[in-house]
């Protein structure tokens, strides 16, 4: 919704889609890393399938 409100603004004013953009890739990129922290802590056997 954030995206699509600022798409009519994009051409006269770029900066309103990017703080929301921004905001959409940074918790993507923190919940992926939560996610592989939390199969290296609940998967065990995960060290011995990857060759560690």
């Known amino acids: ?3 699509n ?5 994009l051409i006269s004013a ?3 889609v ?11 990129l923190a919940f992926n890393f939560f996610g592989d922290g939390l199969r290296d802590a609940m998967d065990p056997k ?4 990857k060759g560690r």
């Open 1 to 3: 919704n954030m995206l």
């Open 5 to 9: 409100g600022a798409q009519v603004y």
């Open 14 to 16: 770029p900066w309103l």
């Open 18 to 28: 990017w703080w929301p953009g921004l905001a959409i890739f940074v918790s993507t």
């Open 46 to 49: 995960f060290y011995s399938r």
